[in-house]
């Protein structure tokens, strides 16, 4: 990998033009003395309080060489049998190595370099000649053995060689999944030609410079004779505040919790969030801290695969989409207001810590918990932020602090906190008893985004209007106007035209991007007219989908337009050349090139993206349908059936294939690959619409099925209608009756045309 050695000493070299003084006398940092790493220990000598309370942190400890210190595993010739195979942790003198099953099924040893992480587990890293570092599918539970720690156990069971987190796939790929986060001035380079990595960094751990930035300028400066001015307070020789937002919490009258006397900016929850928030790294060459997040991660918003409906954490997340959509994020509330900032513990006890703001009388078991003092059920993180336990064994809190609502849960599918507790009980008890003890809550049966969410993630088409009105709503925070944005790319509208227009003027860059997104059904010269200005854009991320959601239209496009995206699409086009180590980002490259009409480019590319991803979905699908494009049908389904091959699992591939055997006019290969397609994502209602179309004149029983099943998960009118016309066009019996549920969800006069064919 050839990784930079970690820094126990600095050489400091001090020019004459490292200070200067302001005109009121302050000493400020000249830009002739740009700042470099100079590792953690140069840290040591002025600051062994900060030093010693970070190390033994899940910072600190957070990656490392696999040393006799490091390593908390069992590798005295330890045995895991795993699917009835002896897999074997052992060492050779002062290394330590793996017996393992690789990816031609045969078992290898293996190396380890590097631990990761070290509770409630410890991950193992393996390097590769071609620089790719890859965590092993087994973990070591370093819990207590009381707790049913102190053993091996497998990540992922129920992975095999074609799924992403295989272990040495590009899920379990520590250089692009996971290296950014867990050490420090990383950079990846990545060698697309080679397909190599070669990634180097100053610290392989997570020293002080990943967060305060690189230290030369200030120990520089600390070294100084005249270093009068030189103080902590102002982190002299550092570009960047990481101090608290609000200095003072004040008490007003008619409020439960201090509010804050005034709130300023810093830069302290970006630079948390550059690691503690799920994202895709765009560049290496933008300050994101003195910038914006968005000039060098795309930040991921609410998704239904991330977060459920109301917000609440599904997918490991990382905190910053959670604390983002809370009050707590809007008050001026930052992560050093709890935790440590180097230990990244609590910094008072858990049952202080809410008491800092919320007045604790009025907060209390007789007002508030009404559960008994000194239980965990009293606790405020209980019901406020509830764990998910993710890796089998490591709880993470939700930080959105949500409000529990039993109602929605009753509604929407949405878990609650009162009958995750209470398990004997239902959502109607949950919502009585919380109306028995907060009888003058706003909160309970009042509107709330994630039923609109929800609606929209089923396709109601009554979701257009909703999302509309909360994408504009100044009241909700920016992630949930942004999420309400991107799943408008569902639905069109004069409401939702009138929220995008909105929305591409606003500050907020995340707002500014789900404006890009939401804009996707309309057509180039309307999404052209709504989305243009973006290209020019302050923020990277900004300027940069902007781009790549209009290059798709470049055969539209007229010479003046196409001047105008030329700049931002160079940039977009360098983002995916940095993401080139995955599928997605060849992949885009393809869709680029195949849109301006460079076919072999594009095709180069998609194979590219095979080559190095074969379980990458999209790859396959998006080169058939340029192969289609080019009037070369054999060649399209030689690409999904080698889709097929490699990814069995994909229903998306097997769906492609699909249409192109209807296309191609074999309807019974299609309906079997429809069929399949259901089987393997049997939650998406388009492919069981599409199935029961395609067995209209098979079986039109099994046809009415899979209709009903897609209007049974979709809830879209326009699938009941399809499937009361199939039962008119062969006089079914259930016509009536499906007219009738018809009735109640179309227009009369709908129904009325239905009924003169009856």
Request: with cysteine.
């Amino acid at each position: 990998m050839g990784a930079v050695v970690r820094l126990f000493s600095v050489v400091v070299i001090l020019l004459a033009s490292v200070t200067a003084r302001g005109g009121d006398g302050t000493m400020s940092t000249s830009n002739s003395l740009k700042a470099s790493f100079v590792g953690s220990e140069a840290c040591v000598e002025c600051h062994q309080k900060e030093v010693e309370q970070w190390k033994g942190s899940d910072h600190e400890r957070a990656m490392d060489h696999a040393t006799e210190h490091s390593v908390l595993g069992d590798f005295d010739n330890a045995v895991f049998e795993f699917k009835g195979k002896d897999n074997r942790f052992f060492k050779k003198d002062d290394q330590f190595w793996v017996n393992i099953e690789g990816p031609d099924g045969q078992f290898h040893d293996y190396q380890i370099q590097y631990t990761f992480g070290h509770y409630p587990l410890q991950q193992y890293m393996v390097e590769f000649d071609d620089g790719r570092v890859q965590l092993i599918p087994f973990t070591w539970d370093s819990r207590a053995k009381a707790q049913g720690g102190q053993r091996w156990y497998h990540l992922y069971p129920e992975t095999t060689t074609n799924d992403e987190f295989y272990w040495t796939n590009t899920g379990q790929n520590w250089n692009f999944m996971c290296a950014d986060c867990h050490s420090t001035n990383l950079e990846k380079k990545y060698d697309k030609e080679t397909n190599r990595y070669d990634t180097t960094w100053s610290e392989i751990t997570v020293g002080c410079e990943a967060c305060h930035g690189p230290g030369s300028v200030h120990v520089a400066l600390s070294k100084q004779e005249n270093s009068t001015t030189f103080s902590q307070d102002n982190h002299y020789g550092f570009d960047r505040d990481l101090t608290k937002a609000v200095s003072e919490w004040v008490y007003q009258e008619g409020y439960s919790t201090l509010q804050p006397e005034s709130i300023k900016e810093t830069q302290q929850v970006k630079v948390c969030a550059q690691c503690h928030s799920r994202r895709v790294q765009l560049s290496e060459q933008y300050d994101h801290v003195q910038g914006d997040l968005f000039d060098r991660y795309l930040v991921s918003n609410l998704t239904p695969e991330l977060y459920h409906s109301d917000g609440q954490i599904y997918d490991e997340v990382y905190v910053f989409g959670s604390f983002e959509q809370s009050k707590m994020a809007q008050k001026g509330v930052t992560c050093t207001n709890c935790h440590d900032p180097h230990s990244a513990k609590l910094k008072i006890p858990e049952e202080a810590v809410c008491a800092q703001c919320h007045v604790a009388s009025e907060y209390s078991p007789e007002k508030h918990t009404f559960h008994q003092a000194g239980t965990e059920a009293n606790k405020c993180t209980t019901c406020h932020m509830p764990e998910t336990t993710y890796m089998e064994v490591d709880p993470r809190r939700d930080h959105s602090w949500h409000i529990p609502r039993p109602d929605m849960s009753k509604h929407i599918g949405t878990p609650n906190v009162c009958t995750a507790c209470h398990e004997d009980k239902d959502a109607d008890w949950a919502s009585e008893t919380l109306v028995q003890w907060f009888p003058k809550s706003n909160y309970q049966n009042t509107q709330h985004y994630g039923v609109a969410f929800y609606a929209a993630d089923i396709g109601h088409p009554a979701a257009a209007d909703a999302l509309s009105y909360i994408a504009q709503d100044v009241n909700q925070p920016s992630i949930v106007r942004a999420s309400a944005l991107q799943r408008m790319a569902g639905f069109q509208g004069q409401n939702s035209l009138i929220a995008l227009g909105r929305a591409v003027k606003n500050q907020q860059s995340m707002i500014r991007i789900g404006a890009i997104q939401g804009s996707a059904p309309y057509p180039a010269l309307q999404r052209w007219q709504i989305i243009s200005p973006l290209l020019e854009d302050e923020v990277l991320a900004v300027r940069a989908e902007a781009a790549g959601a209009l290059a798709q239209y470049w055969r539209e496009l007229n010479p003046l337009q196409k001047d105008q995206l030329n700049a931002p699409l160079k940039e977009y086009i360098e983002i995916q050349e940095y993401n080139s180590d995955r599928g997605f980002g060849r992949t885009n490259l393809g869709n680029i090139y195949a849109a301006q009409g460079k076919s072999q480019q594009a095709i180069a590319e998609y194979q590219g993206a095979i080559e190095i991803e074969p379980y990458f979905e999209n790859s396959y699908i998006n080169l058939a349908d340029l192969y289609r494009g080019l009037g070369d049908e054999k060649l399209a389904d030689q690409a999904l059936k080698l889709g097929m091959k490699n990814q069995p699992n994909s229903a998306a591939i097997h769906y492609s294939a699909a249409l192109s055997k209807l296309r191609q006019g074999d309807k019974a290969t299609a309906s079997q690959l429809l069929a399949k397609a259901t089987e393997l994502e049997a939650s998406n209602p388009q492919y069981w619409f599409v199935y029961g179309l395609s067995m209209e004149t098979a079986n039109l029983n099994v046809a009415l099925n899979a209709v009903d099943k897609a209007y049974q998960l979709s809830r879209n009118p326009e699938h009941l209608f399809s499937k009361c016309d199939l039962m008119l066009k062969y006089k079914h019996q259930g016509a009536p009756q499906c007219l009738g549920q018809l009735s109640k969800v179309a227009p009369p006069e709908v129904i009325q045309q239905l009924k003169s064919r009856y």
